[in-house]
């Protein structure tokens, strides 16, 4: 068992089977690897799509995300910290944190990681170092308050999602308007996604005095909020698909219709059925495999 697991779970504590799945889980692991990939290509495909990779991939890139996959693993670990019994209710068979992490190690590795991903961006300039301060004080007041109120911890984690595919842009200043775009339909999806969320969540949320929007307004009343959202992602859509034709990228018009749009009219449509917590356990799932189609769609804006 290397030192850093030996850190995390404890001085005394062997590993059970399972014990690094239980650990990639606290991280969210797949959702850090898809932040990453987001990183790569808005930097490749957006800001530098004419560079060599060995520009593209330079060490000071490799520190910013670096830097950006460290704060959201500490925010993927201070959440589940605050969440304890919350997540008792809501996800029983996926805790982690005082079950296979102690609570005081699972504390220290999110300032560690925080404080890693803060001085490592400071370093490679002060703007990039504030962001992810405020990112790591943001996603901190998410967990401790923010998710509790009404659509403000919804808005919070969008904020946060946009950001992140900002920061390649804030790093070397091209002016790309493409990446803006990007970004704001980064924050549309993602505010759905965690309206819908805190819908699947109501029964644990509700037993803990959490005001989201669906336990303050109704699921019938936050389906429209969540439509509103999806109407704007989907103006968004079109007139990006728009530009697309009219500038001859008719492969991005076609992924942005079929892969993007498309799976986007049935979250809609399946939104209106839903009315079961399984449902929207689904429609969450929806909402990552359209989120992932539309960073892949960066593959191929230049075409």
Known sequence: MSSALRALLGPSSAPEPGTWQQLARLVRLPNLLIMGLCLVLVRACLLLPAAPWRQVLAPSFGLLVLAALSVGAAGYIINDYYDVKIDAINRPGRLVVGRVVNRRHAMLAHV??????????????????????????????????????????????????AALVLLPELQIRTG??????????????????????????????????????????????TKWVVGFFLGC?????????????????????????????????????????????????????????????????????SK
């Open 176 to 221: 790309t308007s493409a990446v803006w775009a990007y970004a704001l339909a980064a924050f549309l999806l993602t505010t759905v996604r965690e309206i819908v969320k805190d819908v699947e969540d109501m029964r644990g949320d509700a037993q803990h005095d959490c005001r989201t929007l669906p336990i303050v307004w109704g699921v019938a009343r």
């Open 233 to 301: 992602l989907g103006l968004l859509l079109l007139g990006a698909s728009y530009n697309a034709v009219v500038s001859n990228r008719f492969l991005l018009a076609t992924w942005l219709l079929g892969l993007v749009l498309a799976p986007l009219v049935g979250l809609g449509y399946k939104l209106r059925r839903a009315d079961r917590k399984r449902d929207f356990t689904h429609l969450s799932a929806w909402c990552k495999w359209i989120m992932l189609a539309g960073v892949l769609s960066m593959m191929v804006i």
């Open 112 to 161: 560690l990681l925080s404080g890693l991903g803060v001085v490592v961006s400071g370093a490679l300039s002060p703007l990039l170092g504030l962001v992810n301060l405020g990112s790591a004080l943001l996603l901190w007041g998410y967990s401790v308050r923010f998710k509790r109120v009404a659509l403000v911890g919804n808005i919070s984690i969008a904020t946060l999602t």
